[in-house]
């Protein structure tokens, strides 16, 4: 059974610093594409970064330069290192994976992250 956890929201004043984990079970991240998205209120759940197998990365335009996803795969984590956050960034963010096999989609519970000006 495959479980993504997250952790390491919270609240921040802006400009701050937020480092975001998701671990996996059932499932090797090595092997998969990753994303984390987040979910502001009233507003749709948004792409904010990718990790690709081979370890390319992509980010929404908003957070180009700020954010930063990794994986290690010895943990079996990918983080979201979040600096100069902004009011905008506040939300739930959900880490993301795509079973390679059978395409199956798997969501975290999401962390908070909330950002005062």
């Known amino acids: 059974q495959v479980q993504l956890v997250e952790s390491g929201g919270g609240l921040v004043q802006a400009g701050g610093s937020l480092r975001l984990s998701c671990v996996a079970s059932?499932?090797?991240?090595?092997?998969?594409?990753v994303d984390w998205y987040r979910q502001a209120p009233g507003k749709q759940r948004e792409l904010v970064a990718s990790?690709?197998?081979?370890?390319?990365?992509n980010y929404v335009d908003s957070v180009k330069g700020r954010f930063t996803i990794s994986r290690d795969a010895a943990k079996n984590t990918v983080t979201l290192q979040m600096n100069g956050l902004k009011p905008e960034d506040t939300g739930a963010y959900y880490c993301?994976?795509?079973?390679?096999?059978?395409?199956?989609?798997?969501w975290g519970q999401g962390t908070q992250v909330a950002v005062s000006s």
């Open positions: 993301h994976v795509r079973h390679p096999w059978t395409k199956q989609d798997y």
């Open positions: 059932g499932i090797i991240f090595a092997l998969s594409n």
């Open positions: 990790i690709a197998v081979g370890g390319s990365t």
